[in-house]
């Protein structure tokens, strides 16, 4: 029996695809040990939550008479502090200690239970998760857009300097022209370019971006949106996020955003969609290849174009600070009347 600690990292490291040997060194152990973690089963043990810590006994005499005082007031009220237990406890007639009232009320106060995070699996074609990260480098400041295909896992990855509408639009674009088609929805966490109001939490509605509705009716997707504060959801684009900063990013320096897109470029098809993926134990490309490719909706037939521009002033004016000013363009009306009902021809 081994560390549950050191069992999770081993599993890990396997599911990567790091060599034993590199492992041994990692743990300090020997090669000839991780063979016998492997073979006597080490690695089919839960090892998805740690094991549980034996409680110590609490032992109370005085104590003993007012538990059921504590239990009825946290049943009621879970929020009590131990301290406001304490003052009630002993206008009844309770002469022990603060602290073994604190063991007790931290063994027993009720804790919410957390709404379960269910991973589920997609069918060829029907998702991909969008999501962005952000990186310093020496030149400033990029913001990382990744775009992965549920089913598949084919990833695809490029830096821009602002996390604007247009960033989002084009870089989705660009996602589907890598995939060579368009899936049927597209998760997204709650950015402001999609969801501009979301009261799903009470009983209400998603409200998106009208502009982005716009965007989704042109290429032929439905928009979805991590409920509030559960990103967790959106386990698929969490872990490339963390793959990127520490396959990718870590130990690397590049020359400019010009040598960082050839890099994420070279990294996409040589190495992120190249390896044996962790949860599918398939390589991305090949899976893709072979199931998802022919299920992928058509490509649009021209870019979309933005009713709304942002544009920004030089940093430095005489006539005060920078503030963003918006530039429209100039088209017939007929133009905006198919725009507005999602139509462009």
Known sequence: MYGWDR????????????????????LGVSRRVIYH?????QLDRDVSEPPPRR?????????????????????????????????????????????????????????????????????????????????????GKRHAFLAVLGYSRLLYLEFVARQTMEAVVRGLEAAFTYFGGVPQEVLFDQMRA????????????????????????????RIRACRPYRART??????????????????????????LAAEARAWL???????VH??????????FERDERTTLGPLAARP?????????????????????RITVERRPLVAYTRLTSGVQR
């Open 194 to 221: 999609v969801v501009i109001g979301d009261d799903r939490p009470r009983g209400g509605r998603l409200l998106e971006n009208p502009e982005f509705l716009r965007v989704a009716a042109h290429w032929g997707f």
């Open 7 to 26: 069992l999770v990292l081993l599993k890990h490291l396997l599911e990567e695809g790091v060599p034993k040997t590199v492992i041994a060194d990692r």
């Open 234 to 259: 959106k386990g698929k684009i969490e872990r490339p996020v963390s793959y990127l900063r520490r396959n990718f990013l870590y130990g690397r320096t590049f020359l400019g955003d010009a040598d």
């Open 304 to 324: 979309y174009e933005l009713l709304v521009r942002p544009t920004r002033r030089p940093a430095s004016s005489r006539s005060g600070p920078a503030v963003p």
């Open 55 to 139: 409680r110590r006994a609490v032992h109370a005499m005085k104590l003993d008479a007012y538990r059921a005082i504590i239990d009825t007031r946290l049943a009621t009220f879970p929020e009590l502090s131990a301290v406001r237990l304490f003052d009630e406890c002993r206008a009844a007639g309770y002469t022990g200690g603060l602290t073994q009232l604190k063991v007790y009320v931290r063994s027993v106060r009720p804790h919410p239970v957390e709404e379960p995070v269910i991973r589920f699996e997609t069918a060829p074609g029907v998702q991909a998760q969008v999501d962005f990260a952000d990186v310093c480098f020496p030149w």
């Open 37 to 41: 973690w492997i073979e006597t089963g």
């Open 278 to 287: 962790g949860t599918t134990h398939e390589v991305p490309r090949l899976r």
């Open 269 to 275: 098809d040589d190495t992120a969609n190249a390896r």
